[in-house]
C-alpha cells in the first residue's frame, strides 16, 4: 500500500512540474507564434499577389495595396475574408485534406477569376522532401499563368503538360499532388461564384 | 588520448560506447524511423539532430538526479511524460523562433517522442549513473545521431536532388536519383553503414 502511494505521489509531482514548466513556456511563445502567423499570412497573401516588400514593412504594404473583404458561404456560419489588390486580381484562403494533414494555403487569381496569378501554401504535413515540396516556390510557381476552367489538371511528371489548365507533378509525390489538384479545384468552384457575387 | 585525459577511463569509455561501439542507429538500430524520414535534406537533418540532443540531454537532467526516487513500477511513465514535455518545448520554440524549419520538419518534431534512442538511453543509462555520466552519455549519443543524419543526409540530398543545403553543386547535366530522395534510399545507405561497421568492430 505504501508503495503505491508513493508511486501516485511521485507521478503527481513529476507530472505537475513537467505541467508548470510546458505552461510556462506556452505563455510565453503563444503571443510570438500567434504574431508569427499573422505576418505569415500577410506576407503569403502578397507573395500570391507578386506585391513586392521587405520583412520590415509586411504590414504597410499590406494596407496600402491590398483591401480585405468578406463574404457568406451558406452552409458556415462565420464570414470569410478574401482580399483584393489595386489592380483588381482577388486572393483569397484554401484549405482541404492532403495526404497525410491539412493543406492550407493563398490562391491569388487575375481579374477575370479564370486565370490563376499565384499560389502559396501555408501549412501542410506531406513527407518533407517528397509531397513537402509541394510548397516549394519553384513547384508553386508553375501554377502561374495557368487557367482554372474547366478544371485544374496535375500529371504525372515529367514534363507532360501542354494545355494551358495542366501542370506537372512531382516525382515520388503523386498523392500529394493529386490531393492538392482535388483541393484546388473544389475550393475554386466552391468559392469563385460567392466571391464574384459579394466583389 | 586527449579524450581518456579530459573525461577519466569511465567517461572515455561512455564517449567510445556512444560514438562507436554501441552507436545507436548502426549497433542498436534505434531511432531509425526518423533517420529514414528527414535524412533526404541536410538542413532538416541538422535541425532533428539538434532536436534530440536537445532532449537527450534534457531528460539526462531530470532522470538522473531522480534515479533513486523513481519507484521501479513507473520508471517507464515517468521517462515518457518527460520525454514529451521536452519534445513539445522544441516544438513550440521552432514554431515561435525558427517557424521555416518548423514548417519543412512538420509532424516529425513530436515524433522524436517515439525515437528509441531517447527511451533507450533512459531505461539503459540516466536511470543507473550519475549526473555528470549521464550528461556525457547524452552529450556522446546526440553527436552521434547528428553525425550520422547528416552524413547520410549529405548522400542522399547531393545524389537525390542535386543539391547540399540548397544549393546547387552538381553539373548542369546531371540526373536526380529519385530512390535516394525516398525511404529506401536510406535503407540502403543505412544497410550498407550497418554492414561496413558491424565488420569493423568484430575484429
Redesign the interface.
Known sequence: MK?RI??IV??LI??SI??T??VA??NY?AP??EK?AII?TRMSILDALDILYTEDDVDEVFSKYVVPKEYVVPEEKEKKKFYISNTGEIAFEFSGSGV??PIHGIVALLPDLETIKGIIII????????G?RI?DKEYLDKFKEKRIMPELKILRPPDKASMENEVDGI??ATLSCNAFAEILNSQLKKYIPLIEESK | MLLRRIFGAEGYKTIKNAIWTDHPIFSMCLGICSAL??T??VD?AIAMGAGVTFVLVATALIISP?RR???Q??RI??YM??IS?FV??VD??L???F?AIS??????VGLIITNCIIMGRAEAFFSQNKVPLSLLDAISNGISFSYTLIVVSIIREFL?FGTLLGMKVTPAGWTNW?VM??APGAFFLYGIAIWISKTLTEK
Open positions: 508503495e508513493k508511486m511521485f507521478v513529476l507530472g513537467l505541467t514548466a510546458l513556456v506556452n511563445t510570438i507564434i508569427k505569415k497525410w494533414g501549412h501542410q504535413e506531406e513527407t518533407p522532401g517528397l513537402g510548397s516525382t515520388g | 524520414a528527414i533526404n535534406k532538416n531522480l526516487f523513481i519507484p513500477r513507473v511513465i515517468s511524460i518527460t514535455s513539445i518545448i513550440r520554440v514554431k515561435a523562433f517557424p514548417v519543412k520538419l512538420g509532424p516529425y537525390g529519385v530522395a525516398m
